[in-house]
T-cell receptor, first 109, second 114 residues
Framework: EDKVVQSPLSLVVHEGDTVTLNCSYE??????LLWYKQEKKAPTFLFML????IEKKSGRLSSILDKKELSSILNITATQTGDSAIYLC?????????FGAGTQVVVTP | EAQVTQNPRYLITVTGKKLTVTCSQN?????MSWYRQDPGLGLRQIYY???????DKGDVPEGYKVSRKEKRNFPLILESPSPNQTSLYFC?????????????FGDGTRLSIL
C-alpha cells in the first residue's frame, strides 16, 4: 500500500531559526514529489522534485530529493513569522496522488 | 484570472439530505481531483479524473460520487451524507497527470453534517 509520512507533525521555533521538514514515501511508479504551503486556505505550491530535478531553492527555502532513501527534506533558514503554516508533501504516481499528514510550523517572534 | 472555484464555501446540513459541491476550473486542465482534509490526517484523495468521462477512486471514495461530463467541471456528490463526512473539502486541478505540473486548489468547502 502506498504511503507518505511527514515528520515532525508539528514544531515551534523562534524567528531566525532554521527548520528541517522530512517526507518519506513508499509509492509504486513514483513520478514526482511536491511541497506545498498551507496557511489559512488552499495549499500553494512551493517546489517540485523529480528524478531529473532533485534539488530546488528559492530564497530561504530549499528542498532535496533522496531517491535512494525515498525521502525529501524541506529546509527553511532564517525563519520569519510569515513562515508559520502547514507544510504538505505530495507524492505522485500515474493517476493517484498522495499527501502526507503535513507538518505544522509555528514561528514565534 | 486562472482559478479553481468551489461552491458553496460553507454548508451545514442534516444526515441523509443529498448535496452537491461544485468545482469549476478555467485553465483547460485535464486532471481534476477532490480531497478531504481532517486534523492530523492531511489531504486524502476522494476521487480523481484524468479527463472527460474518466474518473477513478482515490483513497477514501466511500459515500461520495463524482462526474466529469465537461472538462471544466467536476462536482462532488454526497447522496446520503453522514456526520463522519463533516470535513474541509478541496477541489484541485492540474494540466495533466503526465505533465509534472503542480495542482491548483480551490479555496475549500467546509461541510458540517449534523
Amino acid at each position: 500500500e502506498d504511503k507518505v509520512v511527514q515528520s515532525p507533525l508539528s514544531l515551534v521555533v523562534h524567528e531566525g531559526d532554521t527548520v528541517t521538514l522530512n517526507c518519506s514515501y513508499e509509492v509504486t511508479n513514483f513520478r514526482s514529489l511536491l511541497w506545498y504551503k498551507q496557511e489559512k486556505k488552499a495549499p500553494t505550491f512551493l517546489f517540485m522534485l523529480t528524478s531529473s530535478g532533485i534539488e530546488k531553492k528559492s530564497g530561504r527555502l530549499s528542498s532535496i530529493l533522496d531517491k535512494k532513501e525515498l525521502s525529501s527534506i524541506l529546509n527553511i533558514t532564517a525563519t520569519q513569522t510569515g513562515d508559520s503554516a502547514i507544510y504538505l508533501c505530495e507524492v505522485g504516481s500515474w493517476g493517484k496522488l498522495q499527501f502526507g499528514a503535513g507538518t505544522q510550523v509555528v514561528v514565534t517572534p | 484570472e486562472a482559478q479553481v472555484t468551489q461552491n458553496p464555501r460553507y454548508l451545514i446540513t442534516v444526515t441523509g439530505k443529498k448535496l452537491t459541491v461544485t468545482c469549476s476550473q478555467n485553465m483547460n486542465h485535464e486532471y481534476m481531483s477532490w480531497y478531504r482534509q481532517d486534523p492530523g490526517l492531511g489531504l486524502r484523495q476522494i476521487y480523481y479524473s484524468m479527463n472527460v468521462e474518466v474518473t477513478d477512486k482515490g483513497d477514501v471514495p466511500e459515500g461520495y460520487k463524482v462526474s466529469r461530463k465537461e472538462k471544466r467541471n467536476f462536482p462532488l456528490i454526497l447522496e446520503s451524507p453522514s456526520p463522519n463526512q463533516t470535513s474541509l473539502y478541496f477541489c484541485a486541478s492540474s494540466l495533466s497527470i503526465g505533465s509534472n505540473q503542480p495542482q491548483h486548489f480551490g479555496d475549500g468547502t467546509r461541510l458540517s453534517i449534523l
